[in-house]
């Protein structure tokens, strides 16, 4: 099998030099991805242990495990780490880094240097974020709602802010990096009709790190001016208004439940075509669901705010404009559906982390449409119906693509398989994992079981005890990986440039790709998708 | 002249970083991605509009009356000052379209002195508000200095000056930035780094400059000029 | 390369020095201008002005000193995301806040 000339490792990206310098100066897209894996694997850890303290303390009704200030502090940071420093980056700051450019056929970003400068401001942001945990924690919540964070919190919420808001600058930077990349850095005949999907979701993201993180930037900035001097913009007590904080937070948190999934999305996407040998149904229609879905996200943030206190004009108005995100996330389920219909479907893991995101993703949003609707939001807001909501689309849609991304392009990022066969059962255990998790935590809701308490009434323990026990079998399903993965550097089997006969430029250089990409700019003259063109081969690889 | 055409092509060639095509693509990304900035820029300043906006609508009488504490000859003199300095920018940016680098270093040096006086203006200002207590925080005090109208709502007018504090602040913050950012080019600039095919930087950190301009443009109005009616 | 390098020489438009000195002295005119009606009382329209008055100078900024007039259509399209972009953030907030008073006081 392997022939002499292929142990002549030809040059790539992870061997052209060598040296902790080469790495942490380098500004080519694939090493600053391999940087954010490792940095972003690490939270993802860390926010996990803070979900498992929570589940371990739910596990009996009596607050016996922690105490109730360490339990606010246990689901603060964990929201804080998995929303801030792992979900918001992931897709586009690991998979999105690595691929965009190579989808696009240029040499790099077009802005190496501003891209490796979001990767130490991602660092900088999380050590800052890190240090307020560690000297104390925070007990605000993600949210950081005013005036408890402003005034009656004793934590350190201007550490974990001023966090955040470097962390921000970062994102701001990497999409800022993306639509230029898009705009500018095509390959000649690469149109926008021609454009993978992918490519568009992360330009659709990217429209919400531009526009929407500065204002969620200054209001953290404001909240920290606010207790320090005690400005009172947001302090009702020196004549401010709490809920003009819930707006300006709003703006952009909302949107960045989108900038979550939507990359999310491009991923299902191109995993979708592939696996049904098949052109994606209605390309057109999912590319300019996702500028929708970017768009439309930015007119319906006050649904958060039903019970805060707006006027019932605005809550109206707001719940109205959020039924219409529902319409470009359907095109796209229906659209993925499609592309699957007469297809021949392979099932390798990748394609189930796919299925998994399809189905999660569709419970998940429909659940949005019931928090949408006044009536129903007011009885169950600030339940565990709406942890259950957004965990399945952040965690049952965002990390599931995440992860199916990973398998995905990790052939391709190292050029060395992973094993398919333990892959397919952490596929299935994150799964099962998950609806265990998460899938009961809709019926405490809807009974009536208040989110972010760390006691609750005896009846709601057997459904308490499945979910922590569901969230075990969830950490089992993500530990595999991790292992696997490792393993793989070193005893994978060779991937070769393209493992899963797949359409897309990233596919038409070796695996890992040289330094520059390609060895000359290619030519575009087909369109996205060109399943009906590609060889008939069988995918070698899978089992 | 051809001698020195061929010079600047290869200062060109030596900016032309390894992932363009060609120079021209390398300008319109490097003033695209500028703009793309400056657009989240906008919404960096607009969370402190929508505030501004919120508390004008419902204490417009309390901004009515801090705004009267307002020195109105020295923020128009600001705003002159402001625009001058964006003359002197654009002239700069043109002089180095056109070739000219002494001239632009010493546009940019006028520009760099402008901006120098409006810092120097605001910190009078700036002075006077702290010595009469119209800091926001567990020292202000707030006074129409009119005994026949005496302050109608003091705790919205300090958040009005929380607003006139926070907004200006960070205006002032980006003329600091851009006084560093110019300097940097008027150093570059002597050292021959821009010529006629290559001045990108010129270019942007002028785009930048012009962006402050316009922020002050729209401050002045929100902060100094809300109505001369007195609010009571 | 060596076929690019006719291209490399490209230059931006270069307005005229005049062009600028009358940008220049519009601006200071609609500075004085802005002063002297706010020392007016016209009621409401006194924010209105200074907001036109605003206004028209930004574009004269933006159009001439920051070239917008001559720069690609994808630089148009980035200043008028911008402006919706500020303007949902503005409108829709307000929304709210002017829209309160409705339901507390039905008597209205």
Same mark, same amino acid.
């Given at each position: 099998?392997?022939?002499?000339v292929?142990?002549?490792e030809?040059?790539?990206?992870?061997?052209?030099?060598?040296?902790?310098?080469?790495?942490?100066?380098?500004t080519?897209?694939?090493?600053?991805?391999?940087?954010?894996?490792?940095?972003?694997?690490?939270?993802?850890?860390?926010?996990?242990?803070f979900?498992?303290?929570?589940?371990l303390?739910?596990?009996?009704?009596?607050?016996?495990?922690?105490?109730?200030?360490?339990?606010?502090?246990l689901?603060t940071?964990?929201?804080?780490?998995?929303?801030?420093?792992?979900?918001i980056?992931a897709?586009?700051?690991?998979i999105?880094?690595?691929?965009?450019?190579l989808?696009?056929?240029?040499?790099?970003?077009?802005?190496?240097?501003?891209?490796?400068l979001?990767?130490?401001?991602?660092m900088?942001?999380?050590?800052?974020?890190?240090t307020?945990m560690v000297?104390g924690?925070?007990?605000?919540?993600?949210?950081?709602?005013?005036?408890?964070?402003?005034?009656?919190?004793?934590?350190?919420?201007?550490g974990?802010?001023?966090?955040?808001?470097?962390?921000?600058?970062?994102?701001i930077?990497?999409?800022?990096?993306?639509?230029?990349?898009i705009?500018?850095?095509?390959?000649?005949?690469?149109?926008?009709r021609?454009?993978?999907?992918?490519?568009?979701?992360?330009?659709?993201?990217a429209?919400?790190?531009?526009?929407?993180?500065?204002?969620?930037?200054?209001?953290?900035?404001?909240?920290?001016?606010?207790?320090?001097?005690?400005?009172?913009?947001?302090?009702?007590?020196?004549?401010g208004?709490?809920?003009?904080?819930?707006h300006?937070?709003?703006?952009y948190?909302?949107?960045?439940?989108?900038?979550?999934i939507?990359?999310g999305?491009?991923?299902?996407?191109?995993?979708?075509?592939?696996f049904s040998?098949k052109?994606?149904f209605?390309?057109?229609?999912?590319a300019?669901?996702?500028?929708?879905?970017?768009?439309?996200?930015?007119?319906?943030?006050?649904?958060?705010?039903?019970?805060a206190?707006?006027?019932v004009?605005?809550?109206?108005?707001?719940?109205?404009?959020?039924?219409?995100?529902?319409?470009?996330?359907?095109?796209?389920?229906f659209?993925?559906t499609?592309?699957?219909?007469?297809?021949?479907?392979?099932?390798?893991?990748?394609m189930?982390?796919?299925?998994?995101?399809?189905?999660?993703f569709t419970?998940?949003?429909?659940?949005?449409i019931?928090?949408?609707?006044?009536?129903i939001d007011?009885?169950?807001?600030?339940?565990?119906?709406?942890?259950?909501?957004?965990?399945?689309v952040?965690?049952?849609?965002?990390?599931?693509?995440?992860?199916?991304g990973l398998?995905?392009?990790?052939?391709?990022?190292?050029?060395?398989?992973?094993p398919?066969?333990?892959?397919?059962?952490?596929?299935?255990l994150?799964?099962?994992?998950?609806?265990?998790?998460?899938?009961?935590?809709?019926?405490?809701?809807y009974?009536?079981?208040p989110?972010?308490?760390h006691?609750?009434?005896p009846?709601?323990?057997v459904?308490?005890v499945?979910?922590?026990?569901?969230?075990?079998i969830?950490?089992?399903g993500?530990?595999?990986?991790?292992i696997?993965?490792?393993?793989?550097?070193?005893?994978?089997?060779?991937?070769?440039?393209?493992?899963?006969?797949?359409?897309?430029?990233?596919?038409?250089t070796s695996?890992?790709?040289p330094?520059?990409n390609?060895?000359?700019?290619?030519?575009?003259?087909w369109?996205?998708y060109?399943?009906?063109?590609?060889?008939?081969?069988?995918?070698t690889?899978?089992h | 002249?051809?001698?020195s055409?061929?010079?600047?092509?290869?200062v060109a060639?030596?900016?032309?970083?390894?992932?363009?095509?060609?120079?021209?693509?390398?300008?319109?990304?490097?003033?695209?991605?500028?703009w793309?900035?400056?657009?989240?820029?906008i919404?960096?300043?607009?969370g402190?509009f929508?505030?501004?906006?919120?508390?004008?609508?419902?204490?417009?009488?309390?901004?009515?009356?801090?705004?009267?504490k307002?020195?109105?000859?020295l923020?128009?003199?600001?705003?002159a000052?402001?625009?001058?300095?964006?003359?002197?920018?654009?002239?700069?940016?043109? !002089?180095?379209? #056109?070739?000219?680098?002494?001239?632009? $270093?010493?546009? @940019?040096? *006028?520009?760099?002195?402008? +901006?120098?006086?409006?810092?120097?203006i605001?910190?009078?200002?700036?002075?006077?508000h702290?010595?009469?207590?119209?800091?926001?925080?567990?020292?202000f005090?707030?006074?129409?200095?009119?005994?026949?109208?005496?302050?109608?709502?003091?705790?919205?007018?300090?958040?009005?000056?929380s607003l006139?504090?926070?907004?200006?602040g960070?205006? !002032?913050?980006? #003329?600091?930035i851009?006084?560093?950012? $110019?300097?940097? @080019?008027? *150093?570059?600039?002597?050292m +021959?780094?821009?010529?006629?095919?290559y001045?990108?930087?010129?270019?942007?950190?002028?785009?930048?400059?012009h962006?402050?301009?316009?922020?002050?443009?729209?401050l002045?109005?929100?902060?100094?000029?809300?109505s001369?009616k007195?609010?009571g | 390369?060596?076929?690019?390098?006719?291209e490399?020489?490209?230059?931006?438009?270069?307005?005229?020095?005049?062009?600028?000195?009358?940008?220049?002295?519009?601006?200071?005119?609609?500075?004085l201008?802005?002063v002297?009606?706010?020392?007016?009382?016209?009621?409401?329209?006194?924010?209105v002005?200074?907001?036109?008055?605003?206004?028209?100078k930004?574009?004269?900024?933006?159009?001439?000193f920051?070239?917008?007039?001559?720069?690609?259509?994808?630089?148009?399209?980035?200043?008028?995301a911008?402006?919706f972009?500020?303007?949902?953030?503005?409108?829709?907030?307000?929304t709210?806040y002017l829209?309160?008073?409705?339901?507390?006081?039905?008597?209205h």
């Amino acid at each position: 099998m392997a022939t002499a000339v292929q142990t002549v490792e030809r040059e790539n990206y992870l061997n052209s030099n060598y040296g902790i310098k080469s790495w942490l100066l380098t500004t080519d897209h694939k090493r600053i991805a391999v940087l954010y894996l490792i940095s972003i694997t690490a939270m993802f850890w860390l926010g996990g242990f803070f979900a498992m303290m929570i589940r371990l303390e739910l596990l009996t009704p009596a607050g016996d495990l922690v105490s109730s200030d360490t339990y606010n502090k246990l689901f603060t940071m964990h929201g804080i780490i998995m929303v801030f420093f792992f979900l918001i980056p992931a897709v586009p700051a690991v998979i999105g880094n690595f691929v965009v450019p190579l989808m696009v056929g240029a040499k790099d970003m077009a802005f190496p240097r501003v891209n490796l400068l979001s990767w130490y401001l991602y660092m900088a942001g999380a050590i800052t974020a890190l240090t307020a945990m560690v000297t104390g924690g925070v007990d605000t919540g993600w949210t950081f709602y005013t005036p408890f964070s402003t005034t009656y919190s004793n934590t350190h919420v201007i550490g974990a802010a001023i966090g955040i808001f470097i962390a921000g600058f970062s994102s701001i930077l990497t999409g800022l990096n993306f639509i230029v990349t898009i705009h500018r850095m095509r390959a000649p005949g690469l149109t926008w009709r021609r454009l993978p999907l992918f490519c568009w979701s992360n330009y659709a993201a990217a429209i919400i790190m531009v526009l929407g993180t500065p204002v969620i930037a200054i209001t953290l900035l404001l909240v920290a001016l606010e207790r320090a001097f005690h400005i009172g913009i947001f302090d009702p007590r020196l004549g401010g208004d709490p809920i003009l904080f819930q707006h300006l937070f709003w703006f952009y948190s909302h949107p960045a439940v989108y900038l979550m999934i939507l990359p999310g999305m491009g991923v299902i996407s191109e995993i979708v075509a592939c696996f049904s040998r098949k052109r994606v149904f209605g390309y057109e229609f999912v590319a300019l669901a996702s500028i929708a879905i970017a768009v439309f996200g930015f007119l319906v943030w006050a649904h958060h705010m039903f019970v805060a206190g707006i006027s019932v004009y605005a809550a109206l108005v707001f719940s109205l404009l959020s039924y219409l995100v529902a319409i470009p996330s359907a095109v796209k389920v229906f659209n993925w559906t499609a592309t699957m219909y007469k297809g021949s479907i392979s099932y390798n893991t990748p394609m189930l982390y796919a299925f998994g995101f399809i189905g999660l993703f569709t419970v998940g949003g429909l659940t949005g449409i019931f928090l949408a609707s006044l009536g129903i939001d007011v009885h169950v807001h600030d339940t565990y119906f709406v942890i259950a909501h957004f965990h399945y689309v952040m965690v049952g849609g965002g990390v599931m693509a995440y992860m199916a991304g990973l398998h995905f392009w990790w052939p391709k990022m190292t050029g060395k398989m992973y094993p398919e066969a333990w892959a397919k059962l952490s596929a299935l255990l994150v799964f099962v994992g998950f609806n265990t998790t998460f899938f009961p935590q809709f019926i405490l809701g809807y009974m009536g079981s208040p989110r972010r308490y760390h006691a609750y009434p005896p009846e709601f323990q057997v459904l308490n005890v499945l979910s922590t026990a569901g969230a075990s079998i969830l950490a089992v399903g993500y530990v595999l990986p991790m292992i696997y993965f490792l393993w793989s550097l070193r005893y994978g089997k060779d991937a070769g440039p393209n493992p899963w006969n797949a359409t897309g430029l990233e596919w038409m250089t070796s695996s890992p790709p040289p330094t520059h990409n390609f060895d000359e700019t290619p030519v575009v003259t087909w369109e996205a998708y060109d399943y009906e063109h590609q060889p008939q081969e069988e995918i070698t690889v899978g089992h | 002249m051809a001698t020195s055409d061929i010079g600047d092509i290869q200062v060109a060639e030596r900016a032309l970083q390894h992932h363009f095509a060609d120079m021209e693509q390398q300008r319109d990304t490097s003033s695209f991605g500028m703009w793309m900035f400056l657009l989240t820029e906008i919404m960096f300043f607009g969370g402190l509009f929508c505030a501004y906006l919120v508390y004008r609508a419902s204490y417009y009488h309390a901004f009515v009356e801090g705004s009267q504490k307002m020195n109105i000859t020295l923020g128009a003199t600001n705003t002159a000052v402001l625009i001058c300095s964006s003359l002197t920018m654009a002239l700069g940016v043109r !002089a180095a379209q #056109m070739g000219k680098p002494k001239l632009m $270093v010493i546009l @940019l040096l *006028i520009t760099i002195v402008f +901006g120098f006086g409006f810092l120097g203006i605001k910190a009078v200002e700036y002075h006077e508000h702290w010595v009469n207590h119209e800091f926001p925080g567990p020292s202000f005090h707030f006074e129409t200095g009119d005994p026949a109208h005496p302050a109608t709502d003091p705790q919205h007018t300090e958040i009005y000056f929380s607003l006139y504090w926070a907004m200006t602040g960070l205006h !002032a913050l980006h #003329m600091v930035i851009g006084i560093g950012l $110019v300097a940097w @080019l008027v *150093i570059a600039g002597l050292m +021959g780094a821009y010529t006629p095919h290559y001045y990108n930087p010129v270019e942007n950190v002028g785009l930048y400059w012009h962006f402050v301009d316009l922020v002050w443009i729209y401050l002045f109005p929100m902060l100094y000029l809300i109505s001369k009616k007195h609010g009571g | 390369m060596a076929e690019h390098k006719e291209e490399t020489g490209s230059v931006g438009h270069i307005a005229p020095a005049k062009l600028y000195v009358a940008i220049w002295a519009i601006l200071m005119a609609l500075t004085l201008t802005t002063v002297l009606v706010s020392m007016v009382d016209i009621g409401p329209m006194n924010v209105v002005v200074a907001l036109v008055i605003a206004t028209i100078k930004g574009t004269l900024v933006v159009l001439f000193f920051m070239h917008l007039r001559y720069s690609p259509k994808l630089t148009m399209a980035t200043v008028i995301a911008a402006m919706f972009w500020l303007f949902l953030l503005l409108s829709l907030t307000m929304t709210d806040y002017l829209t309160r008073a409705w339901s507390t006081s039905p008597g209205h």
